[in-house]
Each structure stands twice: as structure tokens, then as C-alpha cells.
Nanobody
Framework: QVQLVESGGGLVQTGGSLRLSCAAS????????MGWFRRAPAKEREFVAS????????DYADSVKGRFTVSRDNAKNTMSLQMSSLNPEDTAVYYC????????????????????WGQGTQVTVSS
């Protein structure tokens, strides 16, 4: 059973950058499509970015396109989210998610498509 652990959250000023990481245990990481989601206070969880099992395909929410970059290293069982030009609207708990047995080049936006979730890491952007 793969377990996911996020890290890298923290407090940053508007315009700043942060890099989130998601470390996965298990030996089949390369078969998992991965995604980042976030939940802001009093809001629903929303899709942020996803990367296919192979790493060859990525997808972003419009709100983060051009500012965030998702990547993965299948040799190290990790996925990252590089966030730049952060603003207070990016304040949220960020979660990584994994979908088992994914086609190599398919990405997923729907939370229900994912089987596994991390515990989340808090990102706070001050104005």
C-alpha cells in the first residue's frame, strides 16, 4: 500500500515562492497518476495540478497556470509542486493524491479519480 507524505509548506509573502514535495512509499510509484489539490478555509477542495504516471503529461487549474509547475521523479518516488508569484488566494492546505494503475500519459482533475491521499501541508501567503 502506497503512503503519501507532503512537505514544504509554510508562510510566505505575496509574490514569493514555495516548493512542495510529496514522497511516496511502495514499489509501483511509476504506475500512479499523481495530483495536487488544495482546500482553503470555508471552501471546497479544488484541483491544482496533475501529472501522468510517466511524467509526460501535466495539467493545471486556470488559477495557477503559468505560476505553478508540477513534476515527478519516478526513480525517487517523489512529486513536486513549484509555486511562484504566490498571492493570498493561494492560502490553503495542499494535498497530494495518487491514482493506481493509471495509463502512462493520462492526467486526472477529479478528486474522486484518486485512490490515495496525503495528510496535507499548510501554505499561508501573507499580504
Amino acid at each position: 500500500q502506497v503512503q503519501l507524505v507532503e512537505s514544504g509548506g509554510g508562510l510566505v509573502q505575496t509574490g514569493g515562492s514555495l516548493r512542495l514535495s510529496c514522497a511516496a512509499s511502495g514499489r509501483t510509484f511509476g504506475n500512479y497518476a499523481m495530483g495536487w489539490f488544495r482546500r482553503a478555509p470555508a471552501k471546497e477542495r479544488e484541483f491544482v495540478a496533475s501529472v501522468s504516471a510517466s511524467g509526460g503529461s501535466t495539467d493545471y487549474a486556470d488559477s495557477v497556470k503559468g505560476r505553478f509547475t508540477v513534476s515527478r521523479d519516478n526513480a525517487k518516488n517523489t512529486m513536486s509542486l513549484q509555486m511562484s508569484s504566490l498571492n493570498p488566494e493561494d492560502t490553503a492546505v495542499y494535498y497530494c493524491a495518487a491514482r493506481r494503475n493509471s495509463l502512462q500519459r493520462v492526467t486526472y482533475r477529479a478528486g474522486v479519480a484518486y485512490d490515495l491521499w496525503g495528510q496535507g501541508t499548510q501554505v499561508t501567503v501573507s499580504s
